[in-house]
């Protein structure tokens, strides 16, 4: 079985330019999380879709950042205009059972740098 | 509101040595509690959880961690580190019925031959 995906591994873009990251979950799952790590801080929850719904989108930074899921399947994060506090590490996570605190499957993260 | 304390960032230890990592975490009730480890390049993989039941809980590669409820801890052993151990571990609760995981700040786990 596939795990998370995460795509690209590594973005740089320059302040003011618009980044989109994506993620595929494991599939079947119904439950896609997005966090962030800042460096040196710990992760951070941003957003939890249940099948293609926001059931939770309190971790949102601010109005800059947009995730959707289109379908239910994979989901993209689009930071547009990135700022320099931005760069971190965006992790993917993904879960089977909506209605359910089960574990969650991370994958190996987007490192943004916005430069 | 919930947290998680990790309190050692980096902590190193020769390879056969015993290992402990401390995580404190700040809930009401019992939480969820997780261990997560990211090697270099990969993804946070799980290395154990804890939802009830026996607080001595067995994980993957040896790891082992026990909940204590009058510390409100839950700290990570291993009784021998091997040097793939090297890597970042990661603490995080949940609320039982919230999807929402809190971790800590990571530890860093250095292994010297």
């Known amino acids: 079985e596939a795990g998370v995906t995460q795509f690209p591994s590594h973005s740089v873009i320059e302040k003011g330019q618009t980044v989109t990251l994506r993620c595929d979950p494991i599939?079947?799952?119904?439950?896609l999380y997005w966090y962030r790590r800042v460096m040196g801080k710990e992760i951070k929850f941003l957003l939890h879709?249940?099948?293609?719904?926001?059931?939770?989108e309190s971790g949102m930074p601010n109005n800059r950042f947009l995730a959707e899921r289109t379908g239910g399947t994979y989901s993209t994060l689009k930071v547009q205009p990135a700022e320099l506090e931005d760069s971190g590490v965006y992790f993917c996570?993904?879960?089977?059972?909506?209605?359910?605190?089960?574990?969650?499957?991370f994958g190996p993260g987007t490192r943004l740098t916005v430069l | 509101a919930q947290s998680v304390t990790q309190p050692d960032i980096h902590i190193t230890v020769s390879e056969g040595a015993s290992l402990e990592l401390r995580c404190n975490y700040s809930?009401?009730?019992?939480?969820?509690l997780f261990w997560y480890v990211q090697s270099p390049g990969q993804g946070l993989q799980l290395l154990l959880k804890?939802?009830?039941?026996?607080?001595l809980v067995q994980g993957i590669k040896g790891f082992e961690a026990e909940f204590k409820r009058s510390q409100s801890s839950f700290n990570l052993r291993k009784p021998s580190v091997h040097w793939s151990d090297a890597a970042e571990y990661f603490c995080?609760?949940?609320?039982?019925?919230?999807?929402?995981?809190?971790f800590g700040t990571g530890t860093r786990l250095k292994v010297l031959a």
């Open positions: 996570a993904s879960s089977p059972i909506a209605g359910s605190t089960d574990t969650q499957y």
């Open positions: 995080a609760v949940a609320s039982p019925g919230t999807y929402k995981y809190i």
């Open positions: 804890y939802f009830s039941g026996d607080t």
């Open positions: 809930y009401g009730a019992t939480p969820y």
């Open positions: 599939s079947g799952h119904d439950n």
């Open positions: 879709f249940v099948k293609e719904s926001k059931q939770d």
